[in-house]
């Protein structure tokens, strides 16, 4: 009923843009006779479409003329994907990533130090070939108060620095005082100041080092710019008890604070149960989401805490031959090899087999998620745009593959065109523009006055093609990939087109930084009840 109404609406406008003449010299690129979806209004046909100065200019039945045509005949033309959890912002994970469709390259989780995002944006701009963006890292302000700072130049690799960082292990099991708590506070603050998109937290590789009331004050300094705090919540992976736990922390958070979250990557035990609890949240108004990524297995350092024998053996009851695989040689571990690579190569990418794969189909008809990589790394990690991507190293197969793999399940399930344009694109956008992102606001929608961020694609034909044997194979299939309104990939090829723009909120002349007070830090050290905080706790006369 509702669908009916908003495809009628969609057919009236279309009439009223009928009306008015084409001009005869029109557009800087059309898209002439693809099937267009836009998932926010429903607009479902072939139309034209026509873009100029960056934005697309007119939907239209009218045939169009443009200096540059696409022939889109038997292709969807959708909005360009949106990925809020790509680590591999360089280059080649930009160039990677946009043979996948994706437009907009975010890391809003491990994502990069508070103090160095105004020069991360910096070192982008005019040069990149994705539209990009990072949040302030939790993780990365803890390494540098817990174990000393690094070198610029490493923290200059945003999301990457920590495969130096992660070689020590202050940052994840050493509880902060309440001095250094300040400290790690006003590093994340500092980013949000110059524009952040948000918080990013490993909460969930920090096993004995964040308390509760040190992420409950992490969000906290999000919620003072009404910006989202996104967690690999704790405990993540564990089992349906403890998964659901650490999704709640988060959750729960966020609401009391009024403030947006993402859940990151809750495909795992328990998820269904996760994702009511989103859903019942987003029905009450609560700007909250979660991601999935479309694979059974994952990928992460072999340090990572919640792999050690006594968690992931004895208390998950794993093995590491069925679970733990070295993505280069395509051996799985055993203890013996786990203890020895744990001293020479801590920081080395594994892939992690934990879930059934019946249900990564499932996971793409869910509403109200997004689908985003966590896209690993690949050698050359800090290679040029143009290295051949046929010749780079190893890695988990989400990195290249993540939305064709989401489309050719979407196409051997039966699921909905639509729901996967959601579940890619708009629903991140969405959400995102619902924390006022104004890049965000006007990407993920295929309507006049919008961002031409678009991708179109062979709906039969485009594939995934690298699997966990050959983990960094591009996809197939893309007619064409825009970017601001430019080309920049066209018949599977990339091209030396550098149009991305930043994706931040504006920077801000003050931080909005207020320490933490010592009764509410020290509560969570007593062994008795916590010590209330008077200060300020009663208005002194009259109040509410
Ligand atoms: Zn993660």
Redesign the pocket.
Same mark, same amino acid.
């Given at each position: 009923m509702k669908k009916k109404k908003r495809l009628l609406i969609g057919t009236l406008l279309m009439s009223v843009m009928c009306a008015v003449p084409a001009l005869a010299q029109d557009y800087e690129l059309v898209i002439n006779s693809g099937r267009v979806m836009d998932p926010e209004t429903l607009f479902d046909d072939i139309a034209n479409v026509g873009i100029k100065d960056g934005r697309i200019a007119e939907i239209s039945k009218q045939p169009l003329k443009g200096a540059e045509t696409i022939d889109a005949t038997g292709h969807i033309v959708a909005p360009g994907f949106i990925d809020t %959890?790509f680590h591999w912002q360089a280059p080649l994970g930009y160039a990677i990533g946009l043979r996948d469709g994706l437009t907009s390259s975010m890391d809003l989780?491990l994502a990069c130090p508070g103090t160095f995002i105004a020069s991360w944006y910096e070192a982008r701009a005019g040069v990149t070939q994705a539209n990009y963006g990072c949040a302030s890292s939790h993780e990365q302000a803890r390494q540098m108060v817990m174990d000393g700072k690094m070198s610029d130049e490493i923290y200059e690799r945003g999301p990457m620095a920590v495969m130096e960082a992660r070689k020590k292990n202050g940052w994840s099991l050493d509880r902060a005082t309440l001095e250094q708590g300040n400290e790690i506070l006003k590093i994340i603050d500092k980013g949000l100041q110059d524009g952040a998109i948000g918080v990013g937290s @490993?909460v969930?590789y920090m096993r004995d080092g964040v308390t509760t009331r040190e992420m409950f004050e992490v969000q906290k300094v999000a919620a003072r710019y009404d910006r989202l705090t996104t967690a690999?919540t704790r405990f @993540?992976p564990d089992n349906d008890i403890m998964e659901n736990v650490g999704a709640q922390e988060l959750l729960l958070n966020a609401v009391a604070l009024g403030a947006p979250a993402i859940a990151? %990557?809750f495909n795992n035990p328990g998820w269904r149960f996760t994702q009511e609890l989103i859903s019942r949240l987003q029905d009450a108004g609560h700007n909250v989401w979660g991601e999935i990524y479309p694979y059974a297995a994952g990928s @992460?350092f072999l340090n990572a805490v919640y792999l050690s024998p006594d968690n992931w053996v004895e208390r998950m009851g794993h093995r590491y031959e069925d679970t733990l695989q070295d993505p280069i040689t395509g051996d799985f571990y055993d203890l013996a090899r786990y203890n020895a690579d744990m001293k020479t190569d801590p920081t080395k990418l594994i892939v992690l087999y934990k879930m059934p794969v019946e249900d990564v189909p499932k996971w793409l008809t869910l509403k109200g998620v997004t689908v985003a990589s966590?896209s690993v790394v690949a050698e050359p990690i800090f290679g040029p745009w143009d290295f051949p991507l046929d010749q780079l190293g190893a890695t988990h197969p989400r990195t290249s593959g993540t939305r064709s793999l989401s489309l050719r399940l979407g196409r051997e399930n039966n699921i909905p065109m639509m729901q996967l344009m959601s579940i890619l694109s708009y629903n991140a956008a969405k959400h995102l523009g619902d924390t006022g992102l104004k890049a965000m606001q006007e990407r993920g929608r295929m309507q006049t006055g919008m961002v031409a961020d678009i991708v179109v694609f062979d709906p039969e034909r485009v594939t995934d093609n690298s699997n966990y044997d050959n983990g960094a194979v591009p996809s197939t299939g893309f007619k064409a990939v825009i970017v601001n309104g430019q080309v920049t990939v066209r018949d599977d090829k990339l091209l030396p087109v550098f149009a991305g723009q930043p994706i931040r909120f504006e920077p801000e002349a003050k931080p909005r930084f207020e320490p933490i007070s010592v009764a509410a830090w020290n509560a969570e050290f007593s062994t008795g009840m916590p010590d209330p905080d008077v200060t300020g706790a009663f208005p002194a006369k009259g109040g509410k």
């Amino acid at each position: 009923m509702k669908k009916k109404k908003r495809l009628l609406i969609g057919t009236l406008l279309m009439s009223v843009m009928c009306a008015v003449p084409a001009l005869a010299q029109d557009y800087e690129l059309v898209i002439n006779s693809g099937r267009v979806m836009d998932p926010e209004t429903l607009f479902d046909d072939i139309a034209n479409v026509g873009i100029k100065d960056g934005r697309i200019a007119e939907i239209s039945k009218q045939p169009l003329k443009g200096a540059e045509t696409i022939d889109a005949t038997g292709h969807i033309v959708a909005p360009g994907f949106i990925d809020t %959890h790509f680590h591999w912002q360089a280059p080649l994970g930009y160039a990677i990533g946009l043979r996948d469709g994706l437009t907009s390259s975010m890391d809003l989780e491990l994502a990069c130090p508070g103090t160095f995002i105004a020069s991360w944006y910096e070192a982008r701009a005019g040069v990149t070939q994705a539209n990009y963006g990072c949040a302030s890292s939790h993780e990365q302000a803890r390494q540098m108060v817990m174990d000393g700072k690094m070198s610029d130049e490493i923290y200059e690799r945003g999301p990457m620095a920590v495969m130096e960082a992660r070689k020590k292990n202050g940052w994840s099991l050493d509880r902060a005082t309440l001095e250094q708590g300040n400290e790690i506070l006003k590093i994340i603050d500092k980013g949000l100041q110059d524009g952040a998109i948000g918080v990013g937290s @490993t909460v969930g590789y920090m096993r004995d080092g964040v308390t509760t009331r040190e992420m409950f004050e992490v969000q906290k300094v999000a919620a003072r710019y009404d910006r989202l705090t996104t967690a690999h919540t704790r405990f @993540t992976p564990d089992n349906d008890i403890m998964e659901n736990v650490g999704a709640q922390e988060l959750l729960l958070n966020a609401v009391a604070l009024g403030a947006p979250a993402i859940a990151l %990557h809750f495909n795992n035990p328990g998820w269904r149960f996760t994702q009511e609890l989103i859903s019942r949240l987003q029905d009450a108004g609560h700007n909250v989401w979660g991601e999935i990524y479309p694979y059974a297995a994952g990928s @992460t350092f072999l340090n990572a805490v919640y792999l050690s024998p006594d968690n992931w053996v004895e208390r998950m009851g794993h093995r590491y031959e069925d679970t733990l695989q070295d993505p280069i040689t395509g051996d799985f571990y055993d203890l013996a090899r786990y203890n020895a690579d744990m001293k020479t190569d801590p920081t080395k990418l594994i892939v992690l087999y934990k879930m059934p794969v019946e249900d990564v189909p499932k996971w793409l008809t869910l509403k109200g998620v997004t689908v985003a990589s966590d896209s690993v790394v690949a050698e050359p990690i800090f290679g040029p745009w143009d290295f051949p991507l046929d010749q780079l190293g190893a890695t988990h197969p989400r990195t290249s593959g993540t939305r064709s793999l989401s489309l050719r399940l979407g196409r051997e399930n039966n699921i909905p065109m639509m729901q996967l344009m959601s579940i890619l694109s708009y629903n991140a956008a969405k959400h995102l523009g619902d924390t006022g992102l104004k890049a965000m606001q006007e990407r993920g929608r295929m309507q006049t006055g919008m961002v031409a961020d678009i991708v179109v694609f062979d709906p039969e034909r485009v594939t995934d093609n690298s699997n966990y044997d050959n983990g960094a194979v591009p996809s197939t299939g893309f007619k064409a990939v825009i970017v601001n309104g430019q080309v920049t990939v066209r018949d599977d090829k990339l091209l030396p087109v550098f149009a991305g723009q930043p994706i931040r909120f504006e920077p801000e002349a003050k931080p909005r930084f207020e320490p933490i007070s010592v009764a509410a830090w020290n509560a969570e050290f007593s062994t008795g009840m916590p010590d209330p905080d008077v200060t300020g706790a009663f208005p002194a006369k009259g109040g509410k």
